[in-house]
């Protein structure tokens, strides 16, 4: 059984060519699919886990109130690095170990708050972080690592 107008191979060959080139708009969620695609580049970069030390942790353990903390200390690990963190309501003093050319940034769910270079030893000072979740990223040369979030 044949279906009218596709008699043959050429026929249908041509009717192929001709679909093929008709210029056609691309749809807008063409556009935002492919841009939401593109922030997943970095979906490789080192995620830093909370590893080794979380001073609210410990005075939780201790049976202290959180209220008593006026610095919380964090350490996040990864294969090689570690970023030690304090922070304090007049801000955020940090080391990257080993120390290397880098710089650290402040994320929160809405992008990046404010970043710094690291000095000659690793280390780095960011001003007071907004309440809520943050995390840092660090990057160096073409390797970008990420902390976990958590909450100030």
């Known amino acids: ?15 192929l060519t001709e679909a093929l080139a008709e210029a056609r708009a691309v749809p807008e969620q063409f556009y935002e699919a492919a841009r939401a695609a593109f922030t997943w580049r970095t979906v490789d ?10 001073s609210i942790l410990d005075a939780e353990l201790a049976g202290r109130a959180r209220a008593a903390l006026t610095a919380r ?3 996040f690990d990864a294969e090689g690095i570690s970023v030690q963190v304090e922070v304090t309501e007049a801000g955020v003093a940090g080391q990257v170990l080993p120390a290397r050319a880098a710089r650290v ?35 160096t040369g ?11």
């Open 45 to 54: 970069a080192e995620l830093m886990l909370l590893t080794s030390y979380d």
């Open 142 to 152: 073409s390797t970008t690592v990420m902390t976990d979030w958590v909450c100030v």
């Open 105 to 139: 940034t402040l994320l929160t769910a809405t992008g990046p708050v404010e970043d710094a270079e690291l000095d000659e030893l690793g280390c780095f000072l960011l001003g007071p972080p907004p309440a809520g979740p943050i995390r840092f990223r660090l990057q």
């Open 73 to 75: 200390q964090l350490v």
């Open 1 to 15: 059984m044949s279906v009218p107008g596709w008699e043959g191979d050429e026929v249908l060959l041509r009717d």
